[in-house]
């Protein structure tokens, strides 16, 4: 409880830093990674159209509602949900902020291979002619190895985030300027070897529409599942930096600039990729769309380390790629621990000790992932992590549910105002018109356009909130499950890894783990960071009568363990520690 | 893959059959020829240039000497007339009593269809003699004796054979053939391990068709076409089929019982070569006339038909029965067969060369209606009996004789002929054929069976195989009726270029026909089972182009070839052979760290063509095969992998065999695909590109912009709001 001792809350020095903070978390491996997969895979510029489209249909409208969501909660993830969907649904906070820390326990692994490439790299391990599926295989069937940059990466990620908000600011924008640096240097390289290979051959396929792609429903879905993750729209780090928002930010805008910033990273990214690897590759599309840590830990090294210049220049091409790729991973990791961090610190704790258990428990679960069921797979001979391949199965489209429960605290406000505006005209019985302009409106009028914003939202957003969401995400997990029902061999059996089961059974017993544990949670009193002199009231909110939510510095009402027999304070440890 | 020999493209494999090649090949066509396995001879004479035939064998084989030695006509230098054919018959029955008896006709008794025969229904019309045959086997004077036939070593588990030479008068060939083969069988009967062509090995080259040794490839190249039919180094030339095993057919006669009728149609020989054409017919008599070919009856009597008038002069534009038309099944209502018995049929000559008998005028079956059944293997009349009263055939003592030598020799008493294989020789024109002869467009049931050993005979003597009607319709000929009536594999070989080849032709045109009755014999015990497994031995063979082997052209459709040998009867109906492939791509749920997963797609088909110039390819074995080619349609664009496998079926569709085949590397290959199409154009990439950037680089700098600049500004705010 001595948090309190900071006495005021802690904050971004100015909106650049909140910009930084947030555009270094959205960008991460899958803008390096992942898109130039995807544009290999479906076709080339056929797949940007989607991409884009997607970017204002999916990830600008659910940043601006997490923005809006954290601007007036004050608090993390948890707090949030219980502020805005009720006591009842606090548990959807949780099950967003777990999402988050689940994808960190492998992320961290990740960034520790990310890592590890860059020190062989510039001790010339990646040189021309070395084997680099042989480097690979023998770097992931050592433990020892992989948990040792795991380790590193957590030591780094923890001393960028110890000192709050401006040790965030400050890390973050150190790296993600070297990243642009870094990008835009190997971007010109690539550039040179695709010039002197007499064609432009990879920026032309990554900008040339093939028609036919359009009309396939894949490319579609591609399009929309790469922008949801790639600005890690849903994941609740915008809620959470918002917190740390000065009291009149804008933050319709800045949703744009950072969806616009983390696709301008893909761009580049992309075309580097695409260049470097049309230049060199007798078979470029079979190479990058031939599965993923094929073509960034096997492919590109062997494609850098033909770049035209000699030795050097191959060695500081590959060594900025990994460099690059390290720092998109590691700001990624800083707003994966904060996330979390955050709402420790909001339920009370102190923020050292909460950084600490954090970096701590995402060491300690993400240790599976670095050593559980490395396989090999027998056709290509390359080494695989099944169980961080099984983990980022599961939680990337439990991603999608945080998305929905989002939108779900959107719509239960939106119904609540409705349903307050009817007893005070006293209209009884459904209209749709009025639901439309004082239920679902309500929403964008009371925490977007507050006067605050750069950026006026019209009713679009209203419509894809209430209407495109729901439609892409059930089209997301549809197609998902098909296709899962369709490729994958016996897809029911729990013990199948690829299978369908397996992610119900994980998806299941979080679940409802988390709304067991809805009442202990919303036992404890939440500690809203209100900077001084803004006006955020939130008496009108599902969650605005609990008594528990109280503003930082605050007293909070006595707790009342003897509520419920059944919570009692054993079980009341039990959770802080969950 | 390991099963292909060698990694070279289909296309550009060389047609080369050098020494290494047929050492290669020899255990696998041996194996199947002999079942004694030859060893493969691995010094095969180097190939020197200029090498001559008496640098590498010896005189005798040279010069085509036969080892049993005797007069001209027993070392074929000259031809056997009917007397000195029998003769020599006997003299070799007198002198191998074990395994050879000879006969005449036959003794008759009540036959298989209740008629009283006497030795006399067996005689020709005119010159009165049977026809003589040898029965070979070991023992032969054991076993059961069959008092109808007149003959011993009749043994329940040996499988009978039936080789019959002269339907025809004027084929020669035909009865010089047998001969050979009967010479042959004698002298090498228990003598294993001859060289017979003196070249210091021992049973190198057995009967294939191949040079097996690569002795007559080391020759000059002027020496390679001995017997001057163009091929180098085919059958029939020197040095290739030259040492056969003589255990292999020790083991034959050991084990079958082989009925040789070297000259059915004695009448017919006779007056050929004491009448029609003389003893030098070879010699101008096929330019002038093409021979006497059908037996002698006569039809030119008013009377009472079957009387023959024996003091009459044969009327030579009307007397006669063409035998081969004469057996019952499928009797020849429709080719010239006299509608008045006793009238012989005029105009035509063709039709009175094809002559099949008077129609037949007794109620076979006593039910008091005539010819209410016709032999076609159905039961006509509906009465519950088949093929009971025929309209006609069978009708000669010539066809007689093979009807009742067919019909009462039943060893093991089981009701069925004896005969799994029959042979019958004639001349001319190079062919292998077999049944059904009596229809166009129509196969038998046994087919692909019937396709396979003949397309293996046509191997052996480098006759072209191919169903009899396709040559052109005979109905009542020996082997439909022997297949029609009596499910026997039954083959006509059609020797050589002419009726009456010359004398010194007669050696190499009998030596290249001489593992053809072998080879008969060999199937004899289940010529349908062999062929299975010969079929299923020539499937390791063949191959489908490995991923290594396809070439992806840079445009347009993937050809994907299938390499099957020449002998397979193959299908193209697309529902049987047909290649299934199928697209693969990474999922689209392929995840960032674990392996490429694939998306599968259902199979599709695609026909398989054949590849006409480039149709050939080399099989597993490294002989020659036929290509066949089936095309992926795949667009440019596509990445990714495809997956194929073929299936290819045989005439009659009872085998779908796959490939790859399970040690070419299990069910499907994997081919990837590479992106082929142009990756786009230039000048739109460029638009394309502006577009993009402008709308995300120019967007994101825009919105800086409004977020910095001081002016209080509010984006799309309606103006009412304001």
């Known amino acids: 409880m001595d948090s309190k001792s900071e006495g005021s809350s802690d904050q971004f020095s100015g909106r650049l830093g909140l910009i930084f903070a947030t555009i270094g978390a959205a960008i991460g491996t899958g803008n390096i990674w992942r898109f130039p997969r995807m544009v290999g895979a479906n076709g080339g510029g056929s797949f940007l159209i989607p991409w884009l489209i997607f970017l204002f249909l999916w990830s600008v409208p659910l940043i601006i509602a997490e923005f809006a969501l954290g601007k007036r909660s004050r608090v993390g993830t948890v707090g949030t949900f219980r502020i805005f969907a009720g006591k009842r649904f606090a548990w959807m906070g949780l099950w967003t ?55 590193i990466t957590v030591l780094i990620t923890l001393a960028a985030i110890w000192g709050g908000a401006k040790a965030i600011e400050k ?26 290979d007499g064609t432009l051959d990879g920026f032309i396929y990554m ?76 078979d470029p599309l079979g190479a990058v769309s031939g599965g993923s840590s094929a073509i960034t830990f096997l492919v590109l090294p062997e494609v ?212 067991g544990f809805n009442k202990l949670l919303i036992s404890r009193p939440v500690f809203r960071n209100v900077p001084e002199g803004a006006d955020v009231p939130i008496d009108m909110l599902p969650g605005g009568d609990d008594p528990f939510v109280v503003v930082l510095g605050e007293e909070p009402p006595e707790i009342q363990y003897d509520t419920n027999p059944v919570s009692g304070s054993k079980l009341a440890i039990d959770a802080e520690i969950a | 893959m390991s099963a292909i020999a060698d990694s070279e493209t289909l296309a550009s494999r060389p047609g080369n059959r050098g020494a290494p090649v047929a050492a290669i090949l020899l255990p696998f066509l041996l194996s199947m020829f002999s079942p004694m396995s030859i060893a ?19 005189a005798e084989y040279v010069n085509q000497i036969h080892p049993w030695g005797g007069d001209e006509k027993a070392q074929f230098s000259e031809y056997h007339d009917y007397f000195s054919l029998k003769n020599r018959m006997q003299f070799l029955a007198d002198r191998n009593p074990d395994i050879l008896s000879f006969h005449e006709g036959l003794l008759g008794g009540i036959n298989a269809r209740g008629n009283q025969m006497t030795i006399d229904d067996y005689k020709g019309w005119h010159y009165k003699h049977p026809s003589p045959w040898v029965k070979i086997t070991a023992n032969v004077q054991g076993g059961d004796y069959n008092e109808f036939n007149d003959d011993s070593g009749n043994y329940p588990d040996r499988p009978d054979v039936m080789l019959v030479g002269a339907h025809h008068s004027r084929e020669w060939m035909s009865y010089e053939v047998p001969m050979l083969f009967l010479e ?109 070919r059908k037996n002698l009856r006569d039809n030119t009597i008013t009377g009472v038909t079957p009387i023959p008038d024996t003091d009459e002069e044969v009327n030579e534009g009307c007397d006669g029965v063409d035998l081969n038309r004469n057996y019952q099944f499928e009797w020849g209502l429709l080719i010239g067969v006299t509608p008045v018995p006793g009238v012989c049929t005029f105009g035509d000559p063709d039709l009175v060369q094809t002559y099949p008998g008077p129609l037949d005028t007794v109620d076979n079956d006593g039910d008091g209606r005539i010819n209410e059944d016709h032999v076609d293997g159905v039961d006509d009349d509906g009465d519950g009996l088949v093929d009971e009263d025929w309209i006609g055939g069978n009708s000669e003592p010539e066809t007689k004789f093979i009807q009742d030598l067919t019909e009462m020799n039943d060893d093991d008493g089981d009701g069925a002929s004896d005969f799994k294989t029959t042979l019958s020789w004639h001349s001319y024109s190079e062919l292998v054929l077999w049944p059904w002869g009596h229809c166009n467009n129509c196969q038998t049931v046994d087919d692909e069976y019937l396709v396979y050993h003949g397309v293996v005979m046509g191997e052996m003597t480098d006759y072209e195989p191919m169903q009899s009607s396709d040559l052109y319709a005979t109905q009542g000929d020996f082997c439909d009726w022997h297949y029609g009536v009596h499910q026997s594999y039954c083959y006509t070989i059609e020797i050589g270029n002419t009726f009456h080849e010359q004398p010194d032709d007669i050696t190499h045109i009998a030596n290249r026909n001489l593992g053809v009755p072998f080879y008969m014999i060999e199937i004899s015990d289940d010529p349908r089972y062999r062929a299975i497994v010969g079929i299923e031995n020539t499937t390791s063979n063949q191959w489908l182009a490995s991923p290594e082997e396809v070439s992806i052209p840079s445009k347009g459709d993937i050809p994907i070839g299938l390499c099957l040998e020449n002998s397979f009867p193959y299908t193209i109906d697309t529902n049987l052979t047909h290649l299934m492939w199928r697209f693969v791509e990474p999922t689209r749920q392929q995840d960032d760290f674990g392996p490429t997963e694939w998306s599968s797609v259902p199979w599709s088909m695609a026909p398989f063509m054949t590849t006409g110039d480039q149709s050939q390819c080399s099989l597993v074995d490294g002989a020659n095969g036929t290509l066949i080619e089936a095309k992926v349609p795949l667009p440019d664009t596509s990445v990714g992998k495809l997956q194929y496998k073929a299936m290819l079926g045989t005439t009659n569709g009872a085998f779908p065999f796959t490939y790859p085949t399970a040690e070419q590397g299990g069910n499907y290959y994997q081919l990837t695909i590479p992106y082929r ?46």
């Open chain 1, 97 to 151: 902020a777990w999402i988050n820390v689940a994808i960190g326990f492998y992320y961290a692994v990740v960034t520790g291979w990310c890592i590890n490439y860059f020190q062989i790299a510039i001790r010339g391990g990646l040189s021309q002619g070395v084997d680099t599926i042989e480097v690979w295989n023998s770097f992931l069937e050592s433990p020892m190895q992989v948990i040792f940059f795991q380790w």
């Open chain 2, 677 to 722: 199409a142009d990756f786009g154009d230039a000048i739109f990439s460029v638009l394309m590109f502006l577009v993009i950037a402008s709308f995300v680089w120019g967007g994101l700098a825009f919105t800086l912009r409004e977020m910095f600049s001081e002016d209080d500004r509010v984006l799309g705010m309606p103006t009412e709001e304001v």
């Open chain 2, 184 to 292: 042959t069988v004698v002298h090498y009967y228990g003598k294993a391990g001859i060289d017979n062509d003196g070249d210091g090995l021992v049973d190198e080259d057995g009967w294939d068709g191949i040079d097996n040794d690569g002795d007559c490839n080391s020759l000059n190249a002027s020496f390679q076409d001995s017997n001057q039919d163009g091929t180098p180094c085919g059958p029939g030339d020197l040095g290739v089929d030259e040492d056969f095993s003589e255990q292999f057919i020790t083991d034959m006669i050991d084990t079958r019982e082989i009925y040789l009728i070297p000259m059915l149609n004695v009448d017919g020989v006779r007056y050929d070569r004491e009448e029609f054409c003389g003893e030098q017919a070879y010699d101008g008599c096929d330019s002038n006339s093409p021979g006497w």
């Open chain 1, 304 to 515: 850098f380390a033909q770049a035209p210049g000699g030795p050097v220049v191959q060695l500081i091409m590959v060594a900025i790629f990994f460099l690059a790729l390290s720092f998109a991973a590691l700001t990624s990791m800083i707003s994966t621990v904060e996330l979390c961090v955050r709402n420790f610190v909001d339920h009370g704790y102190d923020r050292s000790r909460s950084v600490a258990l954090t970096g701590f428990a995402i060491f300690l679960f993400g240790l599976p992932s670095a050593a559980l069921w490395i396989k090999m797979d027998p056709t290509t001979g390359v080494s695989f992590p099944q169980f961080l391949e099984v983990q980022d199965h599961i939680w990337g489209y439990g991603l999608m549910f945080s998305g929905l429960f989002m939108a779900f605290a959107i719509w239960k406000y939106g119904w609540m105002r409705y349903r307050a505006w009817q007893g005070e005209n006293g209209i009884a019985g459904f209209d749709i018109r009025d639901y439309l302009n004082h239920g679902v409106s309500s929403f964008r009028d009371d925490f977007i356009n507050t006067g605050d914003n750069d950026w006026w939202i019209g009713r679009w957003w209203d419509f894809i909130m209430y209407l495109g969401f729901p439609i892409m995400f059930s089209v997301l997990m549809l197609s998902y499950f098909v296709d899962l029902l369709a490729n994958v061999d016996d897809p029911w059996n729990p013990a199948n890894p690829n299978g369908i089961s397996i992610i119900l059974l994980f998806w299941g017993v979080t679940a409802s783990l988390f709304i």
């Open chain 1, 207 to 282: 900008f040339s529409i093939q028609p036919e792609y359009l009309f396939q429903p894949e490319t579609w879905i591609n399009g929309l599942s790469q922008s949801a993750w790639s600005c890690s729209a849903g994941m609740g780090m915008a809620i959470t930096y918002s917190v740390y928002m000065r009291k009149d930010e804008d933050t319709t805008l800045n949703a744009a600039t950072m969806c616009l910033a983390n696709n301008s990273i893909s761009i580049i990214a992309g075309l580097t990729v695409m260049m470097a690897v049309f230049s060199v590759s007798a």
């Open chain 1, 171 to 196: 890390a973050n924008v150190t790296l993600m300027t070297s990243l642009f640096v870094l990008l835009f240097t190997a971007l010109f390289l690539a550039f040179v070897m695709d010039v002197k």
């Open chain 2, 40 to 58: 493969p001879v691995a010094e095969a004479q180097e190939a020197e240039t200029g090498a001559s035939p008496d640098d590498i064998w010896s």
